[in-house]
């Protein structure tokens, strides 16, 4: 055989060619190259532009200097209500996609989906027919609160529906219920996870908050979700006016409690609890550059992709601290305080904010915050913070005998500030919706 025409020594050019067809050919999901970052993410932002590639048009090319929309409209919760579905017991591709070690989905993805979908879902509440005025500018403000009610398996068939729940002048509550049958169950749908998105509108010319359609609750659950998520915007309205208190009295003294334990540790660590550990010992770090395929429609980094990056941060900080696979529990806030460029040097720094030791249930609270660091300014700045609440998974306490988590104590009077601050928030969350 001549060695030449040998398969190892053959010279074969594979050409690279997109997937997914480009604007203007013969395929329902062409679509404007501009709108192509949003499907760079998930097959759900591609269904997403299928069903409503009309409203994503507007977005990208408004009236050159419309005016801004002269009268607000009503609107009902039902007008704005989206679903989608995930069918992963026949979909393998899809399945591999959103498949983790666990076998369950993976949930740093599914959040970027929660978000692409109240993004959407804000845009219908605010889209109006006239054309001649210029589209508001609708971009994530806070996560209230993410709740995993049980595993997500990415064997069985998944259902994502969501709807505006409440809205005040420029700011809008979405609120999303994710649903799955149980394996050998039955074929009826139970909650798996629910989550409430805040989203804030501005105008897209200059820039300042913009008033959005009114909305009018019509059945009774939507009227009693109503005056929940109006109780939570007055609750953030507080809290927001009080983050930067002084302590006083008795506040004082649980401040000098937490710290107590730490100035041993920094003073005397011989002699130091040894089932405790300084925060700043449970730290990590890691750093990217924001790259122009994790944009948005709007040309920032999209919010979904940050909170993917910030969720598997906070799981490795989890499992490292705990020594044992983590299993999230729930999304306890998430602030978005700044956008995020393309080009944008992003560091996210992790921490155990604080555990709470319970033998059936260990709880570990970690803090997440990313900085957009720009070198050539020597400026730092915080773009977002994010607060997660993990415990271990049962299959893997039980393999381990006599396993308890540790506590975290800080060593600096900032850190002790942040923990009483975290919990404070978290105990005014519950006393709220307990008198409800």
């Not at 039955?186 to 359609?213: Q, W």
């Not at 944009?295 to 990056?309: D, E, K």
Request: glycine fraction near 4%; hydrophobic fraction near 40%.
């Amino acid at each position: 055989m001549d060695p030449n025409s040998s398969p190892s020594n053959s010279n074969t050019t594979i050409p690279v060619v997109a997937t997914l067809p480009a604007y203007g050919s013969d395929s329902s999901t062409g679509k404007p190259i501009s709108l192509w970052p949003g499907m760079f993410h998930s097959p759900v932002t591609q269904a997403l532009w299928e069903a409503k590639s009309h409203m994503f048009e507007r977005l990208l090319d408004p009236p050159v200097d419309a005016p801004p929309q002269r009268e607000l409209l009503n609107k009902t919760p039902s007008q704005s209500r989206t679903t989608i579905l995930y069918n992963f017991s026949s979909d393998y591709i899809l399945r591999e996609q959103y498949k983790d070690p666990w076998n369950e989905v993976r949930i740093g993805k599914l959040l970027e989906d929660l978000d692409a979908l109240a993004g959407t879902i804000s845009v219908k509440h605010c889209y109006a027919a006239d054309t001649t005025t210029r589209p508001l500018l609708l971009v994530t403000a806070s996560v209230d609160k993410i709740v995993l009610r049980k595993p997500i398996s990415v064997d069985i068939d998944l259902k994502i529906v969501g709807a505006v729940i409440w809205v005040g002048r420029s700011s809008i509550e979405i609120h999303l219920e994710v649903t799955q049958s149980t394996k050998g169950c039955g074929t009826s749908d139970s909650l798996a996870l629910s989550a409430n998105f805040i989203f804030v509108a501005r105008d897209s010319k200059t820039g300042k908050a913009a008033p959005v359609n009114r909305l009018l609750p019509e059945t009774e659950r939507e009227q009693f979700l109503f005056k929940e998520a109006e109780a939570r915007n007055n609750l953030r309205k507080r809290t927001r006016g009080g983050q930067k208190r002084e302590f006083e009295n008795g506040e004082v003294n649980r401040l000098e409690s937490l710290l107590a334990e730490g100035r041993i540790f920094c003073d005397m660590p011989a002699l130091a609890d040894r089932d405790s550990i300084l925060l700043r010992d449970t730290s990590l770090e890691n750093s990217l550059i924001c790259q122009p395929q994790q944009r948005n429609i709007h040309g920032r980094i999209f919010g979904g992709f940050l909170m993917h990056r910030a969720f598997e941060l906070a799981f490795s900080t989890a499992y490292v601290f705990a020594g044992l696979v983590p299993c999230f529990l729930e999304v306890d806030l998430v602030d978005f305080l700044r956008p995020v460029d393309v080009g944008d040097f992003l560091r996210f720094k992790s921490c155990v904010l604080y555990t709470e030791v319970n033998p059936d249930q260990p709880l570990i609270t970690i803090e997440v915050v990313a900085h957009v660091t720009r070198p050539e300014l020597r400026s730092s700045e915080v773009s977002n913070t994010f607060y997660f609440t993990f415990t271990v998974r049962p299959e893997a306490k039980a393999t381990k005998n006599g396993f308890r988590i540790r506590n975290v104590v800080p060593a600096t009077e900032e850190e002790a500030r942040r923990i009483l601050e975290r919990k404070d928030a978290q105990a005014l969350l519950s006393s709220t919706l307990v008198t409800k």
